[in-house]
């Protein structure tokens, strides 16, 4: 299982979910640790300065490696000239693709920072893109860019992994805080599921026109993305930092009056924040990678990826009870953890199904 793999087989995938569920468990254990959710004996980092430094730190680790190594060299299928300019043409969307997913970071940490439950927040964000690679599917279906039907077998996951999403939501309390009609609440949530549709369009689109036999480029796309993201992020946190001086009131607000605080007079242990982000800049490596796997629908492809956070989100949860005295997982998460078996169990017929029909068309 962690021996040499091909491009497009079920041993790679395998290899990708394991290692996007290791750091996904460590990303969840360290979140716990600096934000004082456990019982560590370590003072308390602030939410939001921890993200700061956390984020800074998962950023760069996603990045080096993009621009040292010369992953943004990408091979076109369809180069543009410009004068004397030749560039690929797949850098036309994305960069898009890159600007959307600095949308979903901030947006995802603020989800987080709403008064609403963090179960609450991860159920509709999870279950936001398992639906939407669903639709990504059925659109470029109708567009004749996506040939491969969707088995019964992935549309029978994607309901028990909504089930397993929204089970939590029988045991979390929301408050009396009005989602719906709460601006800022829609904007923000809006915002990330519009940024999350383009961005899994993009990366099926990529995939999807590739011609047959052409070997996807997929570090070419990570690193093109990444480096659009970084800069889009950079501006996005320059303009928080000075907004306060730009607009009056938004000083006020106490997630821009901790990021700021958080550059402006760090914490002592803002590098071991910012180095814990090593962590959640590889699960940013396998979750791409997982998202744009060769020869597989949207559908699976985030079913895949959300499955497996479920099931590592379950797993930091009882590793922290057991190491460092956080509470063990209620009677939801188990029963929410049975329907992801039952979604598993429906997406292992149909990769053996794809698996034999990639290899009867001779594509892996």
């Known amino acids: 299982m962690f021996g040499k793999t091909s491009e497009g087989s079920t041993g790679r995938l395998i290899q990708l979910c394991t290692g996007y569920f290791l750091f996904y468990v460590a990303t969840g254990l360290i979140v716990k640790f600096f934000t004082g959710s456990v019982n560590t004996g370590a003072p308390r980092m602030n939410d939001i300065a921890f993200l700061t430094y956390n984020t800074l730190g998962a950023n760069l680790t996603c990045l080096l490696p993009a621009l040292v190594l010369g992953w943004w060299r990408m091979k076109s299928i369809r180069p543009l000239r410009v004068g004397r300019w030749e560039f690929p043409s797949e850098l036309l969307y994305i960069i898009p693709s890159g600007i959307c997913t600095a949308v979903v970071i901030p947006t995802t940490t603020l989800m987080y920072t709403l008064p609403i439950s963090v179960m609450v927040a991860m159920v509709i964000m999870r279950a936001s893109v398992i639906v939407i690679g669903r639709l990504v599917d059925g659109v470029q279906i109708a567009q004749g860019i996506l040939t491969k039907k ?40 809006t915002s990330y599921i519009t940024a999350y549709a383009i961005r899994i369009y993009i990366m099926n689109y990529y995939k999807n026109t590739r011609p047959k036999g052409e070997p996807l480029d997929n570090r070419a796309f990570f690193a093109t993305e990444q480096i659009a993201a970084s800069l889009t992020m950079a501006m996005i946190a320059a303009f928080v930092y000075f907004s306060p001086r730009i607009f009056s009131g938004w000083g006020q607000l106490r997630q821009i009056s901790d990021f700021v605080a958080s550059i402006q007079s760090p914490v002592p242990t803002w590098m071991w924040a910012a180095l814990s982000g090593v962590a959640f800049g590889a699960v940013a490596f396998f979750s791409v990678f997982i998202f744009m796997f060769k020869g597989r629908t949207a559908t699976f492809t985030g079913l895949v990826n959300r499955l497996t956070s479920l099931v ?19 009677l939801q998460n188990w029963i929410s953890l049975g329907f992801v078996l039952v979604a598993v169990a429906f997406l292992t017929r149909a990769e053996r199904k794809r698996a034999e029909e990639l290899k009867a068309a001779k594509e892996i």
């Open 150 to 189: 969707v088995y019964w077998e992935e549309n029978a996951a994607v309901a028990f992994a909504v089930f397993a999403a929204s089970i939590e939501l029988l045991g979390s309390k929301g408050g009396s805080f009005d989602f719906i009609h709460n601006r800022v609440a829609m904007i923000i949530l």
């Open 312 to 330: 590592a989100g379950t797993t930091a949860t009882l590793l922290g009870w057991a190491f460092f005295g956080s509470k063990f997982p209620s």
